[in-house]
């Protein structure tokens, strides 16, 4: 069975820092690429960061360059989020995603996502 389970989220003052975990089993970790993806109140889910476990290639979301970092431990089965600097606008409910459709995670498409997690909610405040 696949799982998904995150962690690491809280309530932060702007400009603090966050890193979310993301664990993983029940599947080969190598053979997939992991999403990171967020939801705040009202709006639609986005996909922020991707990674490829197999050969650590990354992708963002041109919201988030430059103050998200996505890494892997494949040893732990584990994806990580670094989120600096944060602003109100980050609240949300982040969640990680499994495909094994490398080719198109990078889209950050959800429909390529077949598995997810239950989030952890991240709380900015100002």
């Known amino acids: 069975e696949v799982q998904l389970v995150e962690s690491g989220g809280g309530l932060v003052q702007a400009g603090g820092s966050l890193r979310l975990s993301c664990a993983a089993s029940g599947f080969t970790f190598d053979d997939y690429a992991i999403g990171w993806f967020r939801q705040a109140p009202g709006k639609e889910r986005e996909g922020v960061s991707c990674?490829?476990?197999?050969?650590?290639?990354?992708y963002y979301a041109d919201s988030v360059k430059g103050r998200f970092t996505i890494s892997s431990d494949n040893a732990k089965n584990t994806v990580y989020l670094q989120i600096n600097s944060l602003k109100p606008e980050d609240t949300a409910v982040y969640y990680c995603a499994a495909t094994p459709y490398s080719d198109y995670a990078f889209t950050l498409d959800m429909i390529h996502f077949g598995s997810w997690g239950q989030g952890t909610q991240v709380t900015v405040s100002s």
């Open positions: 990674i490829s476990s197999s050969d650590g290639s990354t």
